[in-house]
């Protein structure tokens, strides 16, 4: 074979793979613009933006580095349009070591926390403001959330809970 065969070969070879590619490009573009003409329905959330403000309580069990508590815990959101969440938690200690405010051991506290609820999921994520502490949860039902609350560091922290939602007055 001579140089001058396989240079025509190497161009209409690579020429094939270049028609190949583009076919491919073509048709990946149909597939993208398809799936974006479906995709560009409007889909409902399954729980109204709304779902998470009001007020939650229940009792649950905590372990930190003092110990393991049995408390109270109280928690109060207002979710914006956007389900950006303000919210206010404070706890109370049944049994046990309690929990730390900063580096004081105390038996209750007063918690400010802001968030983000996702009402297609159902999920919402809550940090404290002066602490390290998150709050990972979901919605239930109308009247029920569940979470794990966890704060690394020093004074470490972790519960999990179940709370119900406060009937309004």
């Known amino acids: 074979m001579t140089s001058a065969s396989i240079a025509l070969n190497s161009l209409l070879a690579g020429t094939l793979l270049l028609m190949l590619g583009c076919q491919k490009t073509d048709a990946w573009s149909a597939t993208m613009a398809s799936s974006q003409t479906t995709t560009s329905r409007q889909v409902e959330p399954a729980w109204p933006v709304q779902m998470l403000a009001g007020e939650w309580e229940g009792d649950a069990w905590r372990i930190n580095s003092r110990g393991?508590?049995?408390?109270?815990?109280?928690?109060?959101?207002?979710?914006?349009?956007?389900?950006?969440?303000?919210?206010?938690?404070?706890?109370?200690?049944?049994?046990?070591a309690g929990g730390h405010r900063g580096r004081t051991p105390v038996k209750k506290d007063v918690e400010e926390l802001i968030g983000v609820f996702n009402p297609y999921t159902g999920e919402f994520r809550l940090v404290e403001m002066e602490e390290p502490g998150t709050i990972s949860g979901q919605v239930v039902d109308a009247n029920t959330i569940v979470f794990y609350s966890t704060q690394?560091?020093?004074?470490?922290?972790?519960?999990?809970?179940?709370?119900?939602?406060?009937?309004?007055?």
Not at 152 to 169: F, I, Y
Request: charged share 25%.
């Open 152 to 169: 690394p560091g020093r004074q470490p922290s972790t519960s999990s809970e179940r709370l119900s939602r406060v009937p309004a007055p």
């Open 68 to 96: 393991t508590s049995r408390f109270r815990d109280h928690i109060s959101m207002s979710v914006d349009v956007n389900g950006l969440i303000t919210a206010e938690r404070s706890w109370e200690t049944l049994d046990g």
